[in-house]
């Protein structure tokens, strides 16, 4: 099944010193780059042109949320004589929260490390383990609603609890339609191997589920922590 | 079962409406019969509709845009008709009708006639201008344009099945909410627009990451013609600023459907921050139009004037100074909300300093026709007209930049005649330019040139005739939106608009004549040298219409207008570059994912409006199934020998070897 036992990490530090194109690591002004699409050795690789464009639609995406938070901050104080911040926040539950999607961030990572080994079995494991910590995630955030709305807590009590249920509610979503990925992913991987396309979305998985980790410790300080306090 | 859906959907009890729906399943009918009658669908599924070639995405994108801008000028006509019959009478509008009909005319001819068309060239021009073989997700590129298309069907439907929203093109909230607007009309506008939003954020994300990353050898960025570059700003702005009109809408509809309180008037909503939401996407969006026709203008004057760009490095900072600056300006259209005098005098400064930037494209693209050799060709005229157009439409743009001014004429007709100034004379007269100018590149052959002049002039006073009396009328206290006026006084005013939309019809038949005329006598407008305007950017290098891999070898950039350089050197040396040898080119296979995005789209979008919600879902699952299907295919690109390749290039070279003995001659002849 492979050719590179564990450990992964040691693979990829030799991977990324043979990186023909030195990304992250060339100096300025040393000349055109093959296949990097600085315009004077012509188009990108397949492999830098798909990143390139996940990463803007990365951006594209941190502008959505950012409306969400521009909601959130406007309409903070918008009760409508309904429950505040304050009200809402249980910390320990948001702390497993955080805990368990900052965990599978590492393993996520972990994951790429075995892809770089291409070693098929580590990275369905820990990929395995990134959808489990996403599930745990997922279902202590659906907990949360649900208990809020048996409390009477929903966002049809006023302008405030819209925009705590969008926000949260916009990432929660993400990181569902993530996991449906990820599950088509390891499917994928499974039946595919590690061929050019499926690393290049294996690539794209990482980054996206990384960046909802980004939004997420965004939502945990400016939702959760600044509302434990209030 | 079927949700909000029923038989009293259909408008029976309104003539108009009824009738231009079924004229129009009649027409689609009749075309799909045709289709059908003389077996063309092969041809169609396997050359267009699951095409992944940018030129035939963008002319589909163009094509969708011209039947829209037809769609919204017919909008057009009966709002100036039904203004000049209602002063002290009713119309023969409803109020409720014509309110459909004015927010019918902008979301159209903004989102379903710009929008393509623009787009339509970004997709045709710049592969061909940065010297590639496509853009940097072909088969992403086709599902943008489906999604498009998915979009302007919903708004269509809403013509048979429903209503429109009666809100204007952008729903504001109260008004939109469901207190207010119970029926399904902004749920149409809010679909449709959602769905060809998405669309146009993958090719802002694709053209991005084309222009960035995918050119030619030699083509550095200070190398890129200019529409390139505005392609990229335009890009870059969609990318910032439509993920925040997907946000916007999808509170609106959370508040439509499930009674959040986002936007409403009481429970803390707050219908201010709409406002600001949506035209922090609505002012950059007119800058998304605009740059690119920035970008064809600048291509027709520097070719027609037979110069490189005037002031070419100052062109591409004020493309990206206003790229920058569009996003700061949003707030100058609700001075009158009452943000306090500093916020409105910062909003009012940046709107100002915009124009700034334009000023200095305007003075490079009169430096270009300076000492030139100028030829009146029909793109030239639409160009010459836009400058007038423009610089009118921007001073008055001045002028409502500052907000003390701004509260005189606000919502007055004042602002309708202004931004027309500025989109009719500048993204649509571009438009019309670059048809002209690119459609023998398409289609192999030149358009009429009388037809083309003729319809310019028509199309010029008939423009200023229609709105140069909606400023004065603007200035007299007329608001905007008024299904009828009790002020006789008005009468002359309106009545002189409706003339002038009386020549704008006549310029739109010349158009079509001008196509017509062309096709019949396309053999004696052929263009047999691929290079029709001696023009001076890649495009013009490839044969007309150029071959599906668009060049054999990518060209070698050796500087600032690559083309020039390569055809000065042939002229010099009298003969072409060397042969080179040729190689199997790779390029990637149709796909029919696009096609089914748009049944998909439009299912799963007719659903959510008539909250069907059991279709929807159907329609989401089936989006993912598709998703799957699409993601496990194992064939994405296919070889063309270099026995093809060898015999298409030799085929261009021999044009290209008649052209160079056709100069020669010319010049050989003793002045």
């Given at each position: 099944m492979t050719d590179h036992p564990l450990p992964a990490a040691v693979e990829t530090v030799r991977r990324v010193r043979e990186d023909p194109h030195r990304l992250g690591h060339r100096g300025h002004g040393h000349g055109p780059v093959e296949g990097a699409g600085h315009g004077m050795t012509g188009p990108a690789r397949k492999r830098i042109i798909v990143g390139y464009g996940f990463w803007i639609f990365l951006l594209s995406d941190i502008v959505l949320f950012s409306c969400f938070f521009a909601a959130f901050a406007v309409q903070r104080g918008a009760t409508a004589g309904g429950p505040g911040i304050s009200q809402l926040v249980e910390m320990p539950r948001v702390g497993w929260e955080t805990a368990a999607l900052l965990l599978s961030s590492y393993t996520c990572g972990l994951s790429f490390a075995a892809t770089n080994a291409r070693n098929l079995l580590w990275t369905q494991i820990f990929l395995l383990i990134t959808g489990l910590l996403g599930l745990v995630f997922v279902g202590l955030e659906l907990f949360e609603f649900i208990d809020l709305a048996s409390r009477g807590i929903t966002p049809q009590v006023s302008g405030f609890l819209s925009a705590f249920f969008g926000l949260v509610g916009l990432h929660g979503l993400h990181v569902t339609l993530a996991g449906l990925w990820l599950l088509t992913m390891m499917a994928q991987l499974q039946v595919k191997g590690f061929r050019p396309e499926v690393v290049h979305r294996l690539i794209c998985f990482n980054l996206f589920w990384h960046a909802l980790d980004i939004v997420w410790i965004g939502i945990f300080t400016i939702v959760y922590l600044m509302g434990a306090v209030a | 079962m079927f949700g909000k859906l029923s038989w009293s959907a259909i408008p029976f009890d309104q003539p108009i409406p009824l009738i231009t729906s079924i004229i129009l399943v009649l027409?689609?009918?009749?075309?799909?019969?045709?289709?059908?009658?003389?077996?063309?669908?092969?041809?169609?599924?396997?050359?267009?509709?699951?095409?992944?070639?940018?030129?035939?995405?963008?002319?589909?994108?163009?094509?969708?845009?011209?039947?829209?801008?037809?769609?919204?000028?017919?909008?057009?006509?009966?709002?100036?008709?039904?203004?000049?019959?209602?002063?002290?009478?009713?119309?023969?509008?409803?109020?409720?009708?014509?309110?459909?009909?004015?927010?019918?005319?902008?979301?159209?001819?903004?989102?379903?006639?710009?929008?393509?068309?623009?787009?339509?060239?970004?997709?045709?021009?710049?592969?061909?201008?940065?010297?590639?073989?496509?853009?940097?997700?072909?088969?992403?590129?086709?599902?943008?344009?489906?999604?498009?298309?998915?979009?302007?069907?919903?708004?269509?439907?809403?013509?048979?099945?429903?209503?429109?929203?009666?809100?204007?093109?952008?729903?504001?909230?109260?008004?939109?909410?469901?207190?207010?607007?119970?029926?399904?009309?902004?749920?149409?506008?809010?679909?449709?627009?959602?769905?060809?939003?998405?669309?146009?954020?993958?090719?802002?994300?694709?053209?991005?990451?084309?222009?960035?990353?995918?050119?030619?050898?030699?083509?550095?960025?200070?190398?890129?013609?200019?529409?390139?570059?505005?392609?990229?700003?335009?890009?870059?702005?969609?990318?910032?600023?439509?993920?925040?009109?997907?946000?916007?809408?999808?509170?609106?509809?959370?508040?439509?459907?499930?009674?959040?309180?986002?936007?409403?008037?009481?429970?803390?909503?707050?219908?201010?921050?709409?406002?600001?939401?949506?035209?922090?996407?609505?002012?950059?969006?007119?800058?998304?139009?605009?740059?690119?026709?920035?970008?064809?203008?600048?291509?027709?004057?520097?070719?027609?004037?037979?110069?490189?760009?005037?002031?070419?490095?100052?062109?591409?900072?004020?493309?990206?100074?206003?790229?920058?600056?569009?996003?700061?300006?949003?707030?100058?259209?609700?001075?009158?909300?009452?943000?306090?005098?500093?916020?409105?005098?910062?909003?009012?400064i940046s709107t100002s300093v915009i124009a700034v930037g334009t000023g200095v494209k305007i003075y490079n693209w009169i430096f270009t026709m300076y000492g030139g050799r100028v030829r009146m060709s029909v793109p030239m005229l639409w160009s010459l007209g836009f400058i007038f157009t423009f610089v009118i439409g921007g001073m008055t743009g001045v002028l409502l930049a500052v907000p003390p001014a701004d509260f005189l004429v606000h919502n007055s007709m004042f602002l309708v005649a202004h931004f027309h100034n500025v989109i009719v004379g500048g993204v649509v007269f571009a438009l019309f330019a670059g048809l002209d100018y690119w459609f023998p590149k398409a289609f192999g052959f030149r358009l009429h040139e009388g037809w083309g002049k003729a319809s310019f002039w028509f199309a010029f006073f008939g423009f200023w005739i229609t709105f140069a009396p909606l400023y004065i009328l603007g200035l007299e206290g007329m608001t905007r939106r008024l299904q009828h006026v009790n002020i006789a006084e008005w009468r002359p005013l309106l009545l002189i608009s409706l003339a002038g939309v009386g020549i704008l019809i006549v310029g739109a038949l010349c158009q079509v004549i001008m196509l017509v005329v062309s096709i019949v006598q396309r053999d004696r407008l052929r263009d047999d040298s691929g290079d029709p305007w001696d023009g001076r950017s890649l495009e013009w290098a490839t044969a007309s219409p150029p071959p599906f891999f668009n060049f054999a070898i990518l060209p070698n950039v050796e500087g600032e207008e690559a083309y020039w350089g390569i055809k000065v050197k042939a002229i010099e040396s009298q003969r072409l570059s060397e042969e080179p040898d040729y190689r199997d080119i790779e390029m990637p296979v149709n796909s029919p994912v696009g096609f089914y995005t748009a049944v998909f789209a439009s299912v799963t979008g007719f659903a959510l409006i008539w909250q069907i919600w059991w279709l929807a879902g159907l329609g989401l699952a089936a989006a993912f199934a598709g998703f799957v299907v699409f993601a496990w295919r194992d064939v994405h690109e296919f070889h063309v020998p270099a026995d093809e390749v060898a015999k298409v290039e030799r085929a261009r070279r021999a044009q290209r070897e008649a052209l160079l003995e056709r100069i020669a001659a010319e010049e050989s002849v003793p002045a």
């Open positions: - | 027409v689609i009918a009749g075309t799909l019969g045709l289709v059908t009658w003389k077996r063309w669908w092969p041809y169609l599924w396997n050359e267009w509709i699951t095409s992944v070639d940018h030129k035939k995405i963008g002319i589909m994108y163009v094509l969708l845009g011209v039947v829209m801008l037809i769609r919204g000028f017919a909008d057009a006509i009966m709002m100036r008709t039904q203004q000049a019959v209602a002063i002290n009478a009713p119309g023969y509008l409803e109020p409720e009708h014509y309110d459909q009909i004015f927010s019918a005319h902008g979301t159209i001819m903004i989102f379903f006639a710009a929008m393509p068309l623009v787009i339509g060239f970004m997709n045709f021009v710049t592969p061909l201008q940065l010297g590639v073989r496509d853009v940097a997700f072909p088969t992403m590129n086709l599902v943008s344009f489906w999604l498009t298309a998915s979009g302007a069907l919903l708004v269509n439907v809403s013509l048979f099945v429903g209503e429109f929203a009666r809100t204007g093109w952008l729903p504001y909230p109260p008004l939109s909410e469901t207190a207010y607007s119970p029926g399904v009309g902004v749920d149409y506008y809010l679909w449709a627009v959602q769905i060809s939003g998405i669309g146009t954020l993958m090719t802002g994300i694709n053209f991005v990451t084309t222009v960035l990353k995918m050119r030619c050898p030699g083509m550095s960025y200070l190398r890129m013609p200019m529409f390139c570059w505005t392609t990229l700003a335009s890009s870059l702005i969609i990318v910032a600023v439509f993920p925040i009109l997907t946000a916007t809408l999808a509170m609106l509809s959370l508040d439509r459907f499930f009674g959040w309180h986002f936007f409403t008037a009481g429970a803390g909503g707050n219908p201010m921050m709409f406002m600001n939401l949506i035209w922090a996407w609505g002012h950059p969006e007119v800058y998304i139009l605009v740059l690119p026709a920035f970008g064809i203008f600048s291509e027709v004057f520097s070719t027609f004037s037979g110069k490189p760009l005037f002031g070419y490095r100052s062109m591409v900072a004020a493309t990206l100074f206003i790229c920058i600056v569009s996003m700061m300006t949003w707030l100058h259209h609700f001075f009158t909300m009452g943000s306090g005098p500093a916020v409105n005098t910062a909003f009012g």
